[in-house]
């Protein structure tokens, strides 16, 4: 079969995504135009303090099909007529990285989806979705200011970053932390190196372990980024030796296992296993362990433990069970880290001559880090976009997004599609 490319209302791509603990679907137009993007977050983990992989698998069982079902439905709503599946140009989904089962689900779905409706599969890997959730956005720039991603108006470049390249993309969430270096190719696909990445920790990852070290509900960055405004971020130093760029210069592919034909073997990899330990470290020296216990029992008995930080009455009740040495800790533990994650992207930017910077993830979410990222590339003239933050955390439109280019580069994949749980990306 040829599959057919339809431009009359556009090309619509329904993307699916499932590789962790957010079912979702969407449908987008020509890779940029969001008509419907559902996303079912799964709660039951905050239970348990962490992501526990068959429960994962279970809810995306339970999920999927009213998922995509209210994702079309939302997107005939969107369009202004009724969007079906033979409008539909492709079925997107996410191949890896992610939990296998979780994975699985998602692409035995939109295999048999495919199938069924005649339809060109396409495979994407998770992390070109998350750079992709941030071009959706800038390429929509000229057309829809009110959709603009660049943190300060003024400060809008005069060219879109998505006209640039290379581009320096950091994708930065709970399972990855990643450089990329991409690049346009002749065909307007992309082309992506990695020239750095966490060699321990995500730094999602550290910061869901130090909250939960601090009896913070799951996930926790989102409530660090809450709780650290009322902290002081100088208040505890911590040492150049517990967090710095672990590897540069040509040992340090061979640690991280990266391409390694480039000439410029240059590598700017981090590491986050060293602050988690410092304030471990700091808990027991200051003996705030009974605190600790008594505020994840405080924030469980009265329900704040399930609310939203960034909900301001919930804030305000939660910052009853915590203490000033506290909320300095939670403060100078995200003025650590997103210092240290900005300064090695500008570090990698300049290094490789990128145009401009991409910045996604669910810790693109975390406003310390939008305003560090957003200061430092002004300052060097550096064009930078984030993704809007319901784009920044797990989501299926970026993943119908980063599917376009490979449409129209007909890239498309066969029912052979398997998980492929550790697919790197360059
Ligand atoms: O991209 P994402 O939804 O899933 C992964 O692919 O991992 O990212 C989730 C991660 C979690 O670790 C969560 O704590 C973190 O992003 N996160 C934040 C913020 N919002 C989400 N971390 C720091 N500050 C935030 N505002
Ligand atoms: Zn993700």
């Not at 240059?266 to 216990?293: C, N, P, W």
């Amino acid at each position: 079969m040829q599959p057919q490319l339809i431009f009359g209302h556009g090309s619509l791509i329904l993307g699916i995504e499932s590789s962790c603990d957010e079912t979702s679907a969407a449908v987008v137009r020509n890779g940029t135009e969001v008509l419907s993007n559902v996303v079912a977050s799964q709660l039951i983990h905050a239970d348990y303090g962490g992501v526990v992989p068959e429960l994962a698998s279970r809810e995306h069982l339970r999920a999927i099909v009213p998922v995509v079902r209210e994702a079309m439905h939302r997107a005939s709503a969107a369009a202004g007529h009724p969007v079906t599946y033979s409008d539909l140009a492709a079925i997107a989904v996410t191949e890896g990285p992610g939990l296998a089962g979780a994975l699985l689900v998602g692409i035995t779905f939109a295999k048999s989806l495919a199938f069924g409706t005649n339809l060109p599969l396409i495979a994407v890997n998770h992390l070109e979705g998350h750079i992709h959730a941030v071009l959706m956005n800038t390429t929509e720039l000229s057309s829809r200011p009110e959709s603009a991603s660049f943190a300060d108006e003024a400060e809008r470049p005069v060219v879109q970053p998505a006209t640039l390249s290379p581009l320096l993309a950091l994708v930065v969430s709970g399972g990855h932390t990643h450089l990329y270096l991409a690049t346009r190719t002749p065909h307007s696909t992309w082309h992506y190196r990695n020239v750095g990445k966490t060699l321990d920790d995500a730094a999602g990852e550290a910061f869901d372990k130090v909250a939960k070290l601090l009896g913070l509900p799951y996930p926790g960055g989102p409530w660090m980024d809450a709780l650290a405004a009322h902290g002081d971020p100088k208040a505890v130093p911590f040492a150049a030796t517990q967090i710095k760029t672990k590897a540069t210069g040509n040992t340090a592919p061979k640690l991280a296992r990266e391409d390694l034909t480039h000439a410029d073997q240059t590598r700017f990899d981090l590491s986050f296993s060293g602050i988690k330990t410092a304030v471990r470290r700091y808990v027991e020296l200051h003996h705030m362990q009974e605190a600790i216990a008594n505020r994840t029992k405080n924030l469980q008995a009265t329900g704040l433990a399930k609310g939203k930080p960034n909900n301001p009455e919930t804030l305000q009740q939660a910052l009853a069970f915590f203490d000033p040495e506290t909320l300095n800790l939670i403060a100078s533990f995200q003025a650590s880290v997103t210092g240290y994650l900005t300064r090695t992207t500008l570090a990698a930017a300049a290094h490789y001559g990128a145009e401009g910077l991409l910045i996604s993830g669910g810790v693109a979410a975390n406003s310390e880090l939008r305003r560090r990222l957003t200061t430092e590339a002004a300052r060097h003239g550096l064009p930078i976009a984030f993704p809007t933050i319901a784009l920044s955390t797990d989501n299926a439109a970026m993943i119908a997004a980063a599917a376009f280019p490979k449409l129209l580069a007909r890239q498309f994949a066969d029912a052979t599609l398997e998980p492929t749980p550790q697919l790197r990306l360059g």
